[in-house]
């Protein structure tokens, strides 16, 4: 008879987008059908968009570890909580160089396999009229525009009102 194998799966956004100079949560979650083990380990690997090469980002065992060189070095941290199933990692400011791919490997043994979180990142340059900005503007001016529409009907009755009164004035004076 065949035993299934276990797996642990692996949750991420698929695509994220940052601002230059900022810094960012990859967040990356698990589950796993046996209970956290004491050799569970976590890797972040990173592909540029040219996706010339894997390099590694961050390695979680027992306890998180930074790794020594690479562009990530000094600009990842754990931010993570195994208890949660939750192994995020913090990215410091963010370069358009940082464009690429990074996933999210979980090994629970003795689950085996598994499936790897994608996360797609995409650095922005810094715009200075953010989304905020255009809602309030765009529901200021359709508000501006609803009181203008407003007033040039009350403008128009108004006028309306007067013609009409001319109107009934001139039979009256015939009489």
Not at 169 to 174: I, K, L, S, T, W
């Amino acid at each position: 008879a065949l035993w299934p194998v276990a797996a642990v799966e692996v949750y991420t956004s698929k695509e994220v987008d940052a601002v230059n100079g900022t810094n960012l949560r990859l967040k990356c979650t698990f589950s796993s059908s046996s209970p956290v083990s004491q050799h569970l380990s976590v890797t972040w690997n990173f592909q540029p968009e040219d996706q010339s090469f894997h390099e590694p980002v961050f390695y979680y065992f027992r306890e998180p570890y930074k790794l020594p060189a690479g562009r990530f070095k000094e600009r990842v941290t754990w931010d993570g909580n195994i208890e949660r199933h939750d192994v995020s990692i913090l990215l410091w400011n963010l370069q358009p160089t940082d464009n690429g791919t990074f996933t999210c490997q979980v090994k629970n043994p003795p689950d085996v396999g598994g499936t790897i979180g994608e996360v797609r990142l995409r650095v922005v340059q810094k715009v200075h009229f953010s989304e905020i900005h255009f809602l309030a503007v765009a529901i200021g001016s359709a508000c501006v525009l609803m009181i203008i529409v407003v007033i040039v009907v009350i403008i128009c009755r108004h006028h309306w009102k007067k013609v009409q009164e001319k109107r009934n004035e001139v039979p009256d004076a015939e009489l």
